[in-house]
């Protein structure tokens, strides 16, 4: 069966710029086990004294979860995994020729003496180990067996097949797996690989096919460079398309939601699974499809995840999306009355980037002639940012424009430097948004003003 060692505390904290303080470590273990991941990768102690007290605190937790500790093949480093209560320590050294000769500046034979020597040690500690051969992707194959079986009569009873590049393919990884399995001695096989072309998930999963036990993960592929493969990606193409159903789906959207908030690294609104838009549909002919059966444009129910579909309206859209969004608000028009609806759509829709759905009710409200006395669901905001006063306003600007829901950026003059019109689908978006905002260099202080009712200029 499956297992996942989530390694957002170790691999995750390796993502530029991201920090995690001990209580929010703690957090997101509690979550993770909540979840049902197998192995927690908790930090490696020899970090900084933080890191080993949120392991130790971790490892107290009495989580479910096996709890790991990283480390380097040093003996203090071991015995740091041990104070902090791990139940495990994996040891990871490189194998490849081009990590021994210019990073460690060891030979084949070296490594091996100084593998043997610090699996050795943790068994006397009686700690659990995984070995990781770093790099184990570009090393020669004969001595990464040859080194692997060294860890393996040492102690170590499990091997991570360190893909640190990210140069694997589905096939090639399927190869490989494959022929470890047959050289290795008895041991369980996990799968660590990067994402540097986008294949890390695909990888891990024709990893598994060939007969590795357990993938890695991050909460939002957090990790170095581009990361590696997304708690939530792996959990549910490993539950839809594999049939493996052992993890709590529910928690998924709220962890990673979570790790926006306290890592300051927000998600790409095309991601699969997590992302703004994985359940959003525009285009008419999709609509209509979704509309009549979920399933024409749909992979799964998004209330799988706890999330619900979106019906994106503008000038791609058709009358049946337009008749539904009305129909959410019990607004009925007749078949003429919509074919202008939808006119204007298209219209409005070729100069403007969005439409809201004060802007839709507004039309209705036009074209029929009739009082709609509705308030819109998504929600429109003033934003007022204050710029650190050694900071250029316009570098603020700069990096404001470039936020999808923001509008209408203005450089003023008063208490605060800029404001801005924000436009979101709901109060818990508009909240990331603001933190979003916040993290921007130079920004002091916000102050946000929700709209109550808007106005249009007179012409649309
Ligand atoms: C690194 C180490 C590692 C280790 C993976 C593992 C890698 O380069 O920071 O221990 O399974 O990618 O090789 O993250
Ligand atoms: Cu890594």
Known sequence: ?????????????????VNFSVEEKIEIAKMLDCIGVDMIEAGDPSVSPNVAK???????????????????ASRPSIDRAKVCGANRVAIFYATSKIHLDSKLHRTQEQAIEIIREHISYAKSLGLKVRYTPEDATRTDFEFLVQICNAAIESGADRISFADTLGIMQPHTMFERVSALRESLLSC????????????????????IRAGANCIHTTVNGLGERTGIPDLAEAILSFHNLEGIQKYNIQLLMELSSYLEKISGFFLSPNKPITGQNAFSHKSGVHTNGVLKDPRTYEPFDPAMLGRERKIVIDKYTGKSAVAARLKEYDIEVSNAELEVIVSRIKNIGDERKQLFDADILEIAEQVTGREIDVIPRDISAMLMVEVESHVYTSSVVRRMRGFTNVSNVYEITGDFDISAFINVENVSALNNLIEEIRTVQGVKRTETRMVLKKYNGSNK
């Open 1 to 17: 069966m499956l297992e996942i060692l989530d390694t957002t505390l170790r691999e995750g904290e390796q993502t530029p710029y």
């Open 188 to 207: 369980q096989i996990d799968l660590h690989c990067h994402d540097d072309y986008g294949l890390a998930l695909a990888n891990a999963m024709a990893g």
């Open 54 to 72: 949120a392991i130790e605190k971790i490892a107290s937790l009495g989580l479910h979860a096996e709890v790991v500790a990283h480390s380097i």
